[in-house]
């Protein structure tokens, strides 16, 4: 065989060798997804997650070097939707109010549907945040903060309300959605019978409460303007 013919040849070989490479990725975060969403955070080990996904412990660990590697790229994909929606809504000059409910709504929604999931994330953040001791690092490849980021959607919007005017500029973004996000989560993982739509009322009310008081105080008159009635 020529020197030429090297490349052609190994295409396939390259090829191949990524396919298995994806599928294993793709049993590891598969597997992930049911072991922390039937044992939890703590009572679950990377080599209980490779051995659900038919690999060894070390192929495991190549692919996902820690499990808060792991469960970040679990979370993420059911976070990603609400932030595209949140990229939708700015594009289209929509009014944060409006934009905010929907999306609170469909964050409680989101967490309450994959609630032992949503806990164990939320207990991977805990333990994480305290490991390094301070907020997140942008050149942290391993912080499920940045892997899943779940109050970005929200940042988003409230950033977008208060440029337009139609929120008030304090407390900031960052600060506000970060703390109606860690009060969502904790909910979801100590009041697991608590109803979607009571979580995003609660949230909504703090939200605006803060952010735009006149909603509640020209609401309804008792004082539940984001009660969902049926």
Known sequence: MSSADEPRAADPRARAAQTKRDRTRRALLDAADATFGSRGWARTRIEDIAAAAGVSAATAYNHFPSKHSLIGHVYAPLVRPLFVQ?????????AAV????????????????????????????????IRVEGPAD?????DPRLLAPVPDSIR???EHG????????????????????NTLLTRTM????????????????????TLRPELLVKGPADDRPFRRRS
């Open 138 to 142: 942008p050149a942290d490849e391993i």
């Open 190 to 209: 100590n009041r697991p019978d608590e109803p979607a739509d009571s979580r995003a009322e609660l949230l909504l009310t703090v939200l605006f409460g």
């Open 86 to 94: 949140a990229e939708r809504d700015v594009a289209a000059g929509r």
């Open 98 to 129: 409006a934009a905010l409910e929907d999306q609170v709504r469909a964050l409680a929604r989101m967490t309450s549907r994959h609630r032992e999931l949503s806990a164990s994330f939320f207990s991977a953040v805990q333990d994480y945040t």
């Open 162 to 181: 208060q440029r337009t005017g139609e929120l008030r500029s304090y407390p900031v973004a960052a600060d506000i959605s970060a703390l109606l996000v």
């Open 156 to 158: 988003l919007l409230i």
